[in-house]
């Protein structure tokens, strides 16, 4: 991973630039680029890296967000325009939508598709670019917190099925990834909130500074100040490429990006999805903490200092009514980690590590214990 600033510091008038490195891909590395005001320059930046006929894939909130004339300025390209937006539109349907609006505007294998939008659009978006043709590059450009720490890097695309989220995907690495703060501006604030929380996760496996400079400048991060914003977006750039070039294909250490999803999915599926990603997860984090500290892996304030965090980020710390403890236990077993539907964990050790004995990453623990904990948070 090279990391490269330009021109310089302060933030807001530089360029920064992340490459992150799959050797396994075709181009072998695809380049991040973040800063503020960069959305109306990208597609003559595209136009220079991938000098190919554009298609922008996008939502309505977009639209009316104004992000799409930015990004197109006097352009006319073909586009999809996803309606309704959101996950209600992330299936098989969709996906057909858009691959068939692609036909119909005559594109060929010398095509590039652009997703501008959410994780929704960057997981639909990537998938319909990662089987065009058998395959043409995508242009990610997130626009939310959760797809700017999250989404947008790693290469998972996917869509939802009738049963279950993300049953159909590919791994389909983005050829450029673009990110500008502003476009944070638009967004609804408890998606906005709910998506630092995926911050808050990186900060906890990877890096205490990150979370001591969330504790510090929170007021800052929720207002969408673009110095701190851009630093807090290259942390987890930086974070999250660094497992990603790694494990490519999560076959082991891209395990621990699910610190606080094993009891997290559980509550977002039982609440019937009523709760954000970013919600559920919070708890997820908060009921995780509570196993280590049972096992003896925090002695220090790691838990509170999570606690006030989510509780300054208005995030759910426990899981809210009406949820029985029993309906999460039964879908703990559901969790893909799951071994003979014994859940396993990622834990960390301390603020910022990952508990590893001997290798695993994610690791069983007593299921009366998970039962005990589930209990009390609900
Ligand atoms: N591929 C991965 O590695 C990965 C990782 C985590 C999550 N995900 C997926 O990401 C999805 C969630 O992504 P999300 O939280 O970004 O939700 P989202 O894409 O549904 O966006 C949330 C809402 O905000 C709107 N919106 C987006 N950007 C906006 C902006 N700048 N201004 C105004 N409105 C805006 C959208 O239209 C939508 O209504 C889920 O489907 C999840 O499965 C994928
Ligand atoms: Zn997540």
């Known amino acids: 991973m090279l990391l490269v600033i330009w021109p310089a510091f302060p933030y807001p008038d530089a360029m920064l630039y992340l490459d992150v490195n799959v050797p396994a891909t075709p181009a072998r590395s695809y380049r991040i680029t973040v800063g503020s005001g960069l959305l109306q320059g990208v597609l003559d930046q595209v136009a220079q890296i991938l000098p190919r006929r554009p298609f922008l894939v996008t939502d309505t909130n977009l639209m009316r967000a104004g992000l799409v004339d930015r990004l197109l300025g006097d352009r006319t390209i ?18 057909g939508q858009i691959l068939d609006a692609m036909e119909e505007a005559g594109l060929g294998r010398d095509s590039v598709l652009v997703a501008l939008g959410g994780g929704t659009v960057g997981d639909i978006g990537g998938f319909a670019a990662s089987v065009f043709k058998r395959g043409i590059p995508v242009v ?9 720490a999250d989404s947008a890097i790693g290469g998972k695309t996917g869509v939802d099925s009738g049963i279950s989220k993300n049953a159909f995907g590919t791994f389909w690495h983005p050829a450029a990834v673009f990110m500008d703060v502003d476009c944070l501006r638009t967004l609804d604030q408890r998606y906005y909130r709910a998506g630092l929380v995926e911050s808050v996760k990186h900060a906890m496996i990877a890096d205490p500074g990150l979370f001591a400079y ?3 400048q929170l007021d800052a991060v929720l207002a969408c100040d673009p110095t701190t914003m851009i630093h807090v977006v290259l942390c987890n750039c930086r974070i999250k490429a660094q497992v990603v070039e790694q494990d490519p294909d999560e076959r082991n250490l891209r395990r621990i990006l699910n610190y606080g999803h094993t009891i997290g999915h559980a509550v977002e599926a039982a609440s019937d999805y009523q709760l954000l990603h970013g919600e559920a997860v919070a708890i997820g984090l908060v ?15 790691k838990l ?25 236990m ?5 969790d893909k980690k799951s071994v003979d539907s014994r859940p396993r964990f990622v834990l960390t050790s301390r603020l910022g590590q990952v508990y590893c004995p001997a290798g695993q990453w994610a690791v069983e623990v007593d299921l009366g214990l998970v039962d005990e904990i589930v209990k009390e948070l609900c």
């Open 78 to 95: 073909p586009m999809f325009v996803i309606d309704p937006p959101g996950e209600s539109s992330k299936n098989l349907h969709t996906l």
């Open 140 to 148: 990610q450009i997130p626009t939310t917190t959760l797809a700017q």
């Open 214 to 216: 969330l504790e510090d």
């Open 287 to 301: 009921a995780v903490g509570m196993i280590e500290q049972r096992l003896g892996l925090d002695h220090g304030d």
């Open 304 to 328: 509170q200092r999570l606690i006030a965090m989510l509780q300054r980020l208005k995030m759910p710390t426990r899981i809210p009514e009406g949820i029985p403890h029993q309906k999460v």
């Open 330 to 334: 039964r879908l703990l077993a559901y």
